[in-house]
Each structure stands twice: as structure tokens, then as C-alpha cells.
């Protein structure tokens, strides 16, 4: 069984920084792509950035240059800095391991709210 613990939301003016962490428990962690969604109150869910199990890393447009995916196989971690934030990224960031066609879980979520 896979667990995925996300922290590191909170309140934060627009141009500050957050750094979110993910802690997944389960032997399948290095094997696993990792992922970072968002959910924004009466929208979709969607990607913000994700990587592979060999460390390739893809980003949505809206957030490249701004943040950045990283993960740490040896203390099965998921990191997401955030930097230059803006009103717009304001929303439920979630965490996912999935390997396809065979695990797909998810976090509860963690707010991130950013004032403008």
C-alpha cells in the first residue's frame, strides 16, 4: 500500500517562494514516476510538473522558470520549489506516484495561497 504525505503549503505574498515536500511510504518509490497537480477552487485539476523514474523532468508551461521538480530516491522524496509566485497559483497541490497500467496514488493535498 502506498501512502503519499505532502506539506510544506501556507500563505505567501506574491514574488515569495514555498518548497513543497512529498513523503511516500511503500517499497515502489524508486521505481515510480512522481508527479505534482494543482486544483483551483471550481477548476480542473492539473499537471504542474512531473518526473520520471530516471529523473527527466517536464513542466507546465505556466510554471516554467518559476518552479522546479526534484526527488531523492534514498529518503523516498518528492520536492517542488516554487519561486516568483503569483495570485494565479493559488490552489490544492497534490502529489502523485503512478507507474502506468499499475499504481496510480495520490496525497490528500496541501493549500497553497499566495496575496497578491
Known amino acids: 500500500q502506498v501512502q503519499l504525505v505532502e506539506s510544506g503549503g501556507g500563505l505567501v505574498q506574491s514574488g515569495g517562494s514555498l518548497r513543497l515536500s512529498c513523503a511516500a511510504s511503500g517499497r515502489y518509490f524508486s521505481i515510480s514516476n512522481m508527479g505534482w497537480y494543482r486544483q483551483a477552487p471550481g477548476q480542473q485539476r492539473e499537471l504542474v510538473a512531473t518526473?520520471?523514474?530516471?529523473?527527466?523532468?517536464n513542466h507546465a508551461d505556466s510554471v516554467k522558470g518559476r518552479f522546479t521538480i526534484t526527488r531523492d530516491n534514498a529518503k523516498n522524496t518528492v520536492a517542488l520549489q516554487m519561486n516568483s509566485l503569483k495570485p494565479e497559483d493559488t490552489a490544492v497541490y497534490y502529489c502523485?506516484?503512478?507507474?502506468?497500467?499499475?499504481?496510480?496514488?495520490w496525497g490528500q493535498g496541501t493549500q497553497v495561497t499566495v496575496s497578491s
Open positions: 502523485r506516484q503512478f507507474i502506468m497500467g499499475a499504481l496510480d496514488s
Open positions: 518526473i520520471t523514474r530516471d529523473g527527466k523532468t
